[in-house]
């Protein structure tokens, strides 16, 4: 579609119903919605003319489940979020990906024909070329594309920002010279061969298969080629709960080193019950083995084993509650987790700057909060978890709507938020829809 017919369809009925189970149906969002998409367009004919235009979005996602397990064989529970990434695209002819991203102020260029790692390339341009030559080792077809992208995904804390830009490349890839055909595991794996070559960050599949999957999920690495996956028919809001990220003020782009320690470190133990990864080890072979793999690998790293091998099981347990319709043992599995993640995985605070802990004192707070509206023995509890990679970023809290107002005016007086400052209290949604061409 050329400009005019897109802004077209973009108001069109059927368009605004589905912005309205994307990003949700109160008047003030879908014309919020709206005017950022025809505004994106606007800027594509500005930065490359009019043309055949095609839209695209592709959401960031929560991590509810399975903190830091995925890189080891382990299971999760996910959901996209209303936060996306979106794209107005035109396809070309001649072999260039040609990028301007308006939020992050980058505009660069890549020959699809020249996707070795350049040394010394950093941020999403060699991203994007890690992805393409993923594409190109999977035996998928790539070319070239004049893309304009705008995100409402918070960058660096932990909402996936990078996963869903990627996800949003491969999704391109796949709609222009695929014929839509790569499924969401083989997309999620060329953004894993892109952070791992050409970022050097230890990432899991995690992030990539919930941001494009869609809704409610769960999804169980242990073949990490062909994960399987089950989409839970739950929704938060139909228990009067909201899902609410609260964006601790300090970002973990600079932190590559904290996350890929993790994966190794289990890996290590692993090794020494001889397995490549945790999956499928107990905690008695590793007790069996304490003297050992403590000398070897370090207590940090038994610790974080044991964490691994306790989060599987509740995984198991979160869907089990769900399916039950068992919500409040659902919330209390997510404090369990959130603890394990406090005291074995140890990744809520940077080892080597202990003064600054942003994620244990919103989480504090935030615990403090809970027992004084909503303690465990009432009939409606609260819960509250660090939140994806951790170490900074973003903390993750389930609570009864009606004290949604009260938790942000609490967060916003302790954390010194003045008028004008942007909220760092995110009140959530569950996406039903992962990553798609929304003129599809």
Known sequence: MNANELLAY???????????????????TLALQTQRYNSLVEAFCKRYGDGNIRLFSSPGRSEIGGNHTDHNLGKVLAASIQLDCIGAVEQTGDGIITICDLTYNEDYSIDTNRTARIEGEKGSIALVRGMIEGFKRAGFKVGGFKGMFTSSVIAAAGVSSSASFEMMICLILNQLYNGGKISVCQMATAGQFAEQKYWDKGSGLLD???????????????????????????????????????????????????????????????????????RGITFDSIIEKMPQIRSACGDRAVMRAFHFLAENEKVDAEVEALKNNDFKKFLSLITDSGNSSWKWLQNVYVADNAQEQPIPVCLG????????????????????????????????????????????????????????????????????????????
Do not use: W
């Open 10 to 28: 973009i108001s069109s009925p059927n368009t605004q119903n589905r912005f309205a189970a994307l990003y949700g149906s109160d008047k003030d």
């Open 208 to 278: 990539q298969m919930a941001c494009a999957s869609g809704g409610l999920v769960t999804i169980d690495f242990e073949n990490p080629t062909s994960p399987a996956s089950e989409k839970l028919d739950f929704d938060f809001s139909k228990e009067n709960y909201n899902l609410i990220l609260v964006n601790t003020g300090k970002g973990h782009a600079d932190l590559s080193a904290e996350y890929s320690a993790v994966p190794s470190e289990m890996k290590a133990v692993a090794k020494l019950c001889g397995k490549e990864t945790l």
């Open 365 to 440: 707070l935030t615990e403090l909060f809970i027992d004084r509206n909503c303690p465990a023995t009432s009939a409606k509890p609260g819960a509250c978890r660090i939140h994806g990679g951790g170490f900074a970023g973003v903390m993750m809290a389930l609570l009864p709507q009606e004290l949604t107002e009260s938790y942000k005016e609490y967060m916003h007086k302790a954390l010194g938020v003045k008028t004008g400052d942007k909220d760092p209290v995110y009140v959530m949604s569950i996406r039903p829809e992962g990553s798609i061409e929304i003129t599809e």
